[in-house]
């Protein structure tokens, strides 16, 4: 796709078309999903959704990657005593969602555990199933880090929720 035709995606793509797809319903459940999986691993999950990128980023070619990991940085999502932070980046104009983990995560969990996440989410954003799809997605990747990344019993009596369950609709 040429690069003016994603601009214009981005430009169209709008915050309304992002509260569309992430009503406050969907944002709540969103968040009480993180705090139920939080409670059986040692992670610390942030979701952002992105309507689109501003339209210097989008003519300019950043990526979706790229932007995850600049939010990754900017929302101090590496700021974790066990280095344990995951981001879920969702780009609706992109039609993508990107998972970076910090460095503690990174090394238990393989790359293709994090892209059936992934792909879970934006097989239902295809159809327009924001809600379900974003739920399904998150109970993916709980079970993941609970297997990779559980709970221990020191850590349950000393557990302090390090970043917001509160998504983040830019």
């Known amino acids: ?50 309507p689109a990128l501003d339209l210097h980023a989008a003519l300019n070619g950043m990526t979706s990657r790229e932007r995850a990991r600049e939010l990754f940085t900017h929302y101090r999502i590496w700021d974790t005593e066990e280095n344990c932070g995951v981001l879920i980046y969702i780009n609706l104009a992109d039609h993508q969602v990107e998972i970076i983990a910090d460095r503690g995560i990174a090394r238990c969990v393989p790359a293709s555990d994090w892209q059936t996440v992934c792909k879970t989410m934006t097989s239902g954003f295809a159809q327009q199933i924001y809600h379900d799809s974003t739920i399904a997605g998150l109970k993916q ?15 349950q009596n000393n557990q302090n929720d390090q970043l917001s369950n509160q998504p983040i609709l830019l």
């Open 1 to 50: 796709m040429n690069r003016y035709a994603r601009a214009f995606r981005h430009l169209t793509t709008t915050r309304l078309s992002g509260k569309k797809a992430f009503p406050a319903e969907t944002l709540k459940a969103v968040q009480a999903t993180i705090a139920e999986g939080e409670a059986v691993h040692r992670a610390e999950v942030r979701l952002i959704v992105e």
């Open 141 to 155: 990747l709980n079970a993941l880090l609970r297997e990779h990344f559980p709970e221990s019993v020191s850590s």
